[in-house]
């Protein structure tokens, strides 16, 4: 038997970077010569930046934002992750046109969260608590909302520190979100701990804010994690995304290794016969996965 190759059919980006990206892509088509400037990376793979660089996208921190006006460089993209209120204002006052892409699925998330603070407020108080990675954009963008009034948890250790140290209290009402990208599971465990924790357990309302395209494929990449010899998993360094999936493809089978690139590649994790399954995260383009696939149905054993 010889080595075969497959692509995960559910692998790829997720709706809301082919939306960033072609709105990107159309500003850029339709105004040759003019850059446009994201704030962030637009997503988290290196391979997929530098095509997109060759186009006229550059990527810039806020703290660029003064300087680029300045030179009378005034197109801002703001990515699929979303923004903070301030951002917006700070756009606005320095006379930036402002090429909106943030996922509707997070401006959904953006404005519950908003909801759940003044209902709180409006009912004698709470906490607000955002299951998230602490610094990563989408929650900056969702903390942002509340003026910074929520508490973010990482995992179930941190939490367990914020119910002893009083930062969340027994008696009090709690309004729970997550990050759209957080693993379902760990969502639940979270739910669950808190939950057990609150004199009046009713007092907790959670959201169901995972994104359902990044639920679905949690479950479609068991299958596929099970369903081979070899896995190997595409994804940049810096997606949050990609180290969750990763971690559940790693848990299911042990011959499952993280690639940035084909450059990463390996010959000793494969065998002649092995069947290998090659899939990545939501910021993942499908051509990469494509020339990864190639790359090791040519690898000589
Ligand atoms: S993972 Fe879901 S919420 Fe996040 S950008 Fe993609 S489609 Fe939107």
Redesign the pocket.
């Given at each position: 038997m010889a080595l075969t190759v497959e692509i995960d059919p559910h692998s790829g980006f997720?709706?809301?970077?082919i939306r960033a990206i072609g709105s990107a892509e159309r500003f850029l088509s339709e105004h040759p010569g003019r850059p446009l400037h994201s704030l962030g990376a637009i997503v988290h793979n290196e391979e997929e930046l530098e095509r997109l660089s060759r186009q006229g996208l550059v990527t810039v921190s806020k703290e660029d934002l003064p300087g680029l006006a300045a030179a009378g460089l005034t197109s801002l993209l703001i990515r699929?992750?979303g923004e903070p209120p301030e951002t917006y204002r700070l756009a606005s006052n320095l006379g930036f046109e402002v090429v909106d892409c943030t996922?509707p699925?997070?401006l959904k998330l953006q404005k519950d969260i908003r909801a759940a603070y003044e209902r709180l407020q409006a009912t004698g108080g709470g906490r607000v608590v955002i299951f998230g990675r602490i610094g990563h954009a989408e929650v900056l963008g969702l903390v942002g909302q509340v003026g910074g009034d929520a508490v973010v948890v990482e995992d179930a250790q941190m939490l367990r520190a914020f119910l002893s140290d009083g930062t969340i209290r027994r008696d009090a009402r709690i309004e729970l979100f997550s990050q759209?990208?957080k693993s379902p599971e760990e969502y639940a465990e979270i739910a669950g701990i808190l939950s057990a924790f609150l004199a009046d357990p009713s007092g907790l309302t959670v959201h169901d804010t995972i994104?359902q395209?990044?639920a679905r494929r949690h479950s479609k990449l068991s299958e596929f994690a099970l369903s081979h010899d070899v896995v190997i998993f595409v994804s940049g360094t810096t997606s949050s995304?990609g180290q969750v999936l990763f971690g559940l493809c790693k848990s299911l089978n042990i011959r499952t290794f993280h690639i940035s690139s084909e450059a990463d590649l390996r010959k000793e994790w494969f065998r002649p016969d092995d069947r290998v399954g090659v899939c990545g995260a939501?910021s993942t383009p499908k051509w990469l996965l494509e020339r990864v696939a190639s790359h090791i149905a040519g690898l000589s054993l």
């Open positions: 997720c709706g809301g970077v699929a992750h996922c699925v997070v759209t990208t994104c395209q990044v995304n939501t």
